[in-house]
């Protein structure tokens, strides 16, 4: 149904995200940049288990005033990703046709994060879709604590949610002070039911748990590459 559903996935409810921020080159398009790329080979010796570009509807902080979308894919575990990026950098040059370069442009700087849902899913994950995100502290809660407080997201919006624990890049932060929480749903339509529910039944906070969050992020997701999916 959702992000993590798709087979190469499905495995285990831990995975690993590396994610680069973009923009669309001049006389192109969002869409442009989703046909090449999913025009392209994703060869399995190299390819991660899960490719979606995260198109920025309204970002919070200054994303937008930069870029355009995440380029986000997804491995196995870390040991995928090494194996998987490494076989990446030892292939052979050269190319035919439209290449990703000659549609968009991505920043120098790579985030990579432990990604773990709060529950397991099946099924397979949709080719347009929206999601949410989220910064949160963990006021001295732990990891376990966010991944509750992401249970309870799913449970009121119906939806899939994963708590994201950054390893590596970015800005500069204390370790185990915050964490990210995404929220993937099926449809543009079921977000706009979540939402509307949400509004007219507000969801009573948990007090026992100090995570807090701020303002979020809304995204339209391009599935781009789904191993088995």
């Known amino acids: 149904m959702i992000l993590g559903s798709s087979s190469a996935l499905a495995q285990t409810n831990v995975v690993v995200n590396r ?43 200054t994303f937008q005033n930069d870029y355009d979308f995440l380029f986000s894919a997804y491995y196995l575990s870390y040991t995928d990703m090494v194996e998987k990026r490494g076989a990446f950098r030892r292939r052979s040059g050269g190319r035919t046709g439209l290449g990703f370069s000659d549609v968009a442009t991505c920043s120098d700087g790579v985030r990579i994060s432990s990604v773990r849902f709060a529950s397991p899913r099946t099924g397979p994950i949709p080719s347009v879709s929206l999601s949410a995100s989220t910064a949160c502290q963990l006021n001295g809660a732990t990891v376990a604590d966010a991944v509750d407080l992401a249970s309870s997201f799913e449970q009121s919006l119906e939806a899939r949610a994963a708590v994201v624990s950054r390893t590596f890049g970015g800005p500069r932060f204390q370790m185990n002070s915050g964490v990210g929480i995404r929220i993937f749903f099926p449809s543009a339509a079921d977000f706009g039911a979540a939402l509307d529910r949400v509004q007219q039944n507000t969801p009573t906070p948990n007090q026992e748990n100090p995570v807090s969050c701020s303002n979020g992020s809304l995204w339209v997701t391009h599935l781009i590459h789904a191993r088995n999916n």
């Open 19 to 61: 994610s680069r921020a973009c923009s669309i080159n001049p006389g192109y398009s969002m869409a442009d940049v989703v046909a090449t790329a999913r025009s392209f080979d994703w060869p399995e010796e190299t390819a991660p288990g899960v490719v979606v570009f995260q198109e920025a509807v309204a970002a919070a902080g």
